[in-house]
């Protein structure tokens, strides 16, 4: 039986019942995920920090859409590095995660292979997939993107948004079509 697939004997994945009892404000649930190195990741291993957030899959074959996210965060990510090496962090802290909303095609091996470049200069960023309903559908809702099924060349229309987690997960400041930059990300931050 797959990670998606249940019948009615089997009780929901405990994934389901976080994602059934989530209400909107409230912070995004302690799910389990297997991050680019096929190891287990929850997202609780971030709730102190600032989290931003971008939803991808590795396919896309839209230039201003998955691809730019990357490249705007892998941006966010460098210019927070700046920053702690200035030690101008106020005591804040900020990770990057990268969620595939396809996870049948983006395995670790491939969210690995994909992320390679941006993770040498930024090893901390984690890319992450999990159960194929959570980060297909119910993941992509939580952050506001609509994301529809897989055309016949395997591309998937979808919305482009980039969130801003504050420490506790919960929802800062979203940005739809990459439309943000370092500075915006910084003064979010330093609120």
Do not use: Y
Request: aromatic share 8%.
């Amino acid at each position: 039986m797959s990670a998606s697939t249940t019948s009615a004997a089997t009780p929901p994945a405990f994934w389901r019942r976080l994602a059934d009892g989530w209400v909107v404000g409230n912070p995004i649930p302690d799910f389990r995920l297997t991050n680019q190195d096929g190891q287990p990741f929850q997202l609780a291993e971030l709730r102190g920090d600032h989290v931003l957030v971008g939803l991808i899959f590795t396919n896309c074959s839209v230039p201003e859409a998955c691809a730019r996210t990357t490249d705007r965060m892998f941006d966010v990510g460098k210019r927070w590095k700046e920053r702690v090496a200035a030690g101008k962090t106020n005591g804040a802290s900020l990770r990057l995660l990268t969620l595939t909303f396809d996870p049948d095609e983006d395995t670790p091996e491939v969210l690995k292979a994909h992320s390679e470049g941006v993770r040498s200069e930024l090893p901390e960023w984690v890319w992450a997939t999990g159960p194929t309903e959570l980060m297909e559908k119910r993941l992509p809702a939580m952050f506001g993107v609509a994301a529809g099924n897989k055309d016949d060349n395997g591309a998937i229309a979808h919305t482009v948004k980039a969130v801003l987690l504050g420490p506790g997960l919960r929802v800062l400041k979203t940005w739809t079509d990459n439309a943000f930059t370092p500075d915006d990300v910084m003064a979010v931050i330093d609120r």
